[in-house]
Every structure is written in structure tokens, then in C-alpha cells.
């Protein structure tokens, strides 16, 4: 299986920290968008079934394997997009 390879900003990196204090990892998967397209979606989720953590600069993830076949390096960010406070996901 391909590594994908995480970058966090600070931002993004204090959030998960806070997820995990609850007892919750941000779950990254990948959703369609549109007819062609996809995009990154994260959220808390707790561990399931067959889940592994994977360690990100010291904080750790639930990533669906399909995220590392179609973004080989991922950038995330937690800030506002609109009115919202979310995690922002850029592929590189």
C-alpha cells in the first residue's frame, strides 16, 4: 500500500489533541464530489472493527485506505471556511 504522506499546521495539530483528550481521532476518508471528482473529508470519529491509528506528527489518525491511493501528500489545516471552523484538507 502506497504512504501518504501528512503535513499538519499548528491549528490542525492543537484540535487533535483536544479530539483525543475525548477520546476521539479524526477520521480522514474520501468522498465523491460530483461526477469525476472526490474531496478530503475529515472527522471525529471513535475506533471500529478493524481501524488502525496512524501517528502524524505526534497525534494520530483513522485513514481510509483509499485516501493513500489517490493523495500521496496531504496538507491539514483547522480554521474557518465560511462561518464554520473545520479542518481543511489541501492534496499536493
Known sequence: MRKTDITL????????????????????ILTKSGCCSYTFDIYPDKLRGSDELTDVEDVHFIIAPQVREFAPTLRIDYGRRGILKNFIVKAK
Do not use: H
Open 9 to 28: 499546521t499548528e491549528n490542525a495539530r492543537e484540535k487533535i489533541r483536544e479530539l483525543e483528550r475525548q477520546g476521539l481521532y479524526p477520521r480522514l
